[in-house]
């Protein structure tokens, strides 16, 4: 008797621990949603993340958005288109790929750049992959940019969304981001880099 | 209101609803990571890039180091694994816990690949591990009746379901909410805006050659009102099913339009079916069940401590 008077306290306390815990997960979800900073404030970061959930899409797009990246040829000494598709496999012809998210979040943050930019360099140089530039071709470093293709407007001729050279791109709808320093440049091509964009 | 609201949670439900959301959401859920597992040591692992330990940035929730290769295929396989498991109703609480547990490490060890399914679906997985979602429709629900030549019951009070229920209506809220904030009650062609980058599908296309600008502003003015008043089109008897019904029209136009987005309309129609389909539309899933889990004949000498079904 005592035993299931226990159980069924028990019962009653884990009932009302989870309740509390499902409300306080709708709460945070829908103030986080309704732009309210509480959530931010009270709850730690990893939990705020986690009600993260339900703000989808609040703003009107002002361009169709890319990021795209280039590398610096050492024996040409030029900036060549280099196709970061084999080196982030996931998700490789649309914005889920993590090259996309990488620069989506972190394009103003040195260090991540940064540590794309060692990644880069490293995985072409390894030469295993065909990445737009010729595997015998060490490359320096990087220059990250993104890419701000007008939206049409209703009644336009459209065309269906491709992935075309960055050269097809006019210089208005392209943004460099982060280039490797001409220091690091020089150091990994083995020899001085002046003059260079 | 405290009382009402405590008597609707306790009232028993077709434990098939949430048989529905654990046979479909880790179906969805797995969909979605496809791409992800099959890349599992760049992903999670040492062989791709990770971003940096950046110390408290606000972009990075947590820092979780790279996996060594092998770990990685282990947290994909465990992912995997249990997913199906749970989708067959296979010691479903521990295999659900197991899958939440998976999910919320890659959203915090990836945050690149992270989006709304990976954040959503340890809430979801949780609420079926802690409901009785494998008690009906599932491998352990099949050998049951064989081992103790008792039928599972058809309605039990769930505090799991009611949440599971719940979840989609404040997700709509605060979507809407957020979208009324945002753009959408100033801007005409927001969702027109959203048609022309890489999540394009040919369908998409089609409809954007197609259909008028104003198309697409009753469009997001319909999704608007759906999300904004959700709790109302939910919460009311007389629209409820129409809310179901245009819920799951929307996310299958999602679904179709934009690409990857998909997965996340599966698994917020698999909350809406679960949630709400009417139980007139149960029968035929409840036909099968109770073909399923008919207890073996019985011989005779223990025929009669068979056990009516529970109701």
Known sequence: ?197 | MLRRLLAWIDEPVPVLRLAIVRIFAPLAILGFMRGRLIHADEWIGDAGFRVPDLGGDWRQPLYVPALPSWAAWGVAAAMVVSGIACCLGVRTRASALVFATTIAFVALSDRLAAYTVTKLSPAVMIAVALSPAGARLGIDAYKRPRKHGKRPKRLRPSGAARFLQVLPVVMYSASGIAKARGDWLKEPLVLWSHLHDSYQTPIAFALASILPGWTWTAFQGMVLAFELLAPLWFGLARTRTWALVFGLAMHTMIGLMFGPVLWFALLMMTLLVGGYLPERLLAPLEALAERLERPPPLRESTADAAAPPDH
């Open chain 1, 1 to 197: 008797m005592v035993d299931r008077e226990r159980r069924a306290l028990w019962l009653r306390r884990r009932r009302g621990a989870l309740g509390i815990l499902g409300a306080a997960y709708f709460v945070g979800v829908w103030l986080d949603g309704a732009g309210s900073g509480i959530p931010a404030r009270v709850l730690p970061r990893t939990a705020n993340y986690f009600v993260q959930v339900a703000a989808l899409f609040p703003r009107a797009a002002t361009a169709s958005i890319d990021y795209r990246a280039e590398g610096f040829v050492c024996s040409d000494r030029t900036w060549t288109e280099l196709d970061t598709r084999p080196y982030f496999p996931i998700d490789p012809d649309d914005k889920e790929n993590r090259f996309n998210r990488v620069m989506h979040f972190f394009r103003d943050n040195r260090p991540t750049m940064t540590a794309l930019d060692s990644y880069l360099v490293g995985r072409h140089d390894l030469a295993a992959n065909d990445d737009g530039i010729p595997r015998d071709r060490p490359i320096g470093g990087v220059r990250l940019s993104s890419l701000r293709i007008p939206i049409p407007s209703p009644g336009d001729r459209l065309e269906r969304t491709s992935r075309r050279p960055l050269s097809d791109y006019p210089a208005a709808e392209r943004q460099v981001f982060y280039h490797t320093p001409k220091s690091r440049l020089s150091a990994r091509c083995g020899a001085r880099i002046e003059n260079v964009d």
